[in-house]
């Protein structure tokens, strides 16, 4: 059910979507998104009431980093009460990587966070922009037939598909099919209607709180695997300074060597309380670390599991819950359960 009277608010933090072409130089400049529905007028047909706020100056998503996700949240905090849904328009490099983090950053969410941008200017004639941004609206609007909202998680909507942020990874520079969630399944697809997939989406306990958390911890490293590595290479990345948490990009279920030197330094920075998370490269499946010898090494090393979280997802966690100050001991526990749905365990996987 699509609320017509629905306040949208809409976020421009930078990236191809919001480019237009200046028709004297040819040069990309951003778009004038208080113009929004003059440049656009199917957007009136919604009668929706949307706001917009611009980042100053717009940010190449190569650049996005925890203060830009601090700044997202803290405009959605302040701006929660008086919207019905928040569409985000972000370029696509690390767009996966933003969707993940508010996922953890927002706690409890109520209300659709959908993100959304383009692989062409909005101004091209053969742009996806304006089909990406109408659809976004339209999903942050929609409300089910007692009035909540359809999907109330942080989303990415990208060529007809609407996949969970933090399950989302980009997967195509060139093509408009540019992020797939291999994990999980879609949360609903655009054709001539959006058909969601109601048992997929997050059902939030709509007698709490939302909670709006700030604090993220950069001090992580990715350690991946190859054929070849180095006993240098791996000592330095274990050791680099400061480093609180890796995060292990290992082969197939969750394997890796069984060199002596390697497993020595595994331990070795687990004994310094550094802890370690263990994600495979494939990009379908899970990390199984008792069903192979080489990973049952890791798993006695005191690697964690990330079951089949993303690295986008892996990452951005650990950002969140170092940043809060939880003991090492909570941190593993809470990276083996899923908080955001990021992660299906090996005896709930369905796919």
Request: proline share 4%; net charge negative.
């Amino acid at each position: 059910m699509i609320d017509t009277n629905a306040n949208i608010l809409l976020i421009y933090t930078g990236g191809t979507i919001g480019m237009v072409e200046n028709n004297v130089t040819g040069v990309l400049e951003v778009f004038d998104f208080a113009h929004l529905t003059s440049h656009m007028p199917e957007l009136q047909k919604f009668k929706y009431h949307i706001n917009t706020i611009v980042f100053e100056p717009a940010i190449d998503s190569s650049d996005v980093c925890p203060s830009h996700w601090r700044k997202l949240v803290r405009i959605i905090e302040d701006n929660y009460a008086e919207h019905d849904g928040f569409v985000i328009l972000h370029g696509t490099d690390t767009m996966a990587y933003t969707a993940s983090a508010l996922s953890f950053m927002i706690q409890n969410l109520q209300k659709p966070i959908v993100l959304t941008g383009a692989q062409l200017p909005i101004g091209k004639l053969r742009t996806d922009a304006k089909e990406n941004l109408i659809t976004a609206m339209e999903i942050a609007a929609d409300k089910d037939s007692i009035g909540y909202p359809v999907v109330p998680e942080v989303c990415i909507f990208f060529q007809t598909n609407l996949i969970r942020g933090n399950r989302s990874t980009k997967i195509n520079a060139d093509n408009f099919n540019a992020f797939k969630s291999y994990n999980y399944p879609g949360l609903g697809k655009s054709g001539i209607h959006i058909r969601y997939d109601r048992d997929k989406i997050l059902n939030p306990d709509y007698e709490k709180k939302v909670i709006f958390h700030y604090l993220m911890d950069t001090n992580i490293v990715i350690l991946k695997m190859f054929p070849g590595i180095t006993k240098e290479v791996v000592h330095a990345i274990l050791n680099t300074q400061g480093v609180r948490a890796v995060v292990l990009e290992t082969y197939g279920s969750g394997n890796a060597p069984r060199y002596d030197w390697f497993i020595e330094a595994l331990l070795d920075a687990v004994k310094r309380g550094i802890i370690i998370v263990n994600i495979t490269q494939c990009e379908m499946g899970c990390v199984e670390m008792q069903r192979y010898e080489t990973g049952h090494e890791l798993l006695k090393a005191g690697v964690v599991s990330g079951y089949d979280a993303t690295v986008e997802a892996t990452v951005t966690k650990l950002m969140h819950l170092l940043g809060h100050k939880y003991s090492r001991e909570e941190i593993i526990v809470r990276m083996r359960v899923p908080l955001a749905g990021e992660l299906t365990r090996p005896d709930e996987r369905q796919i």
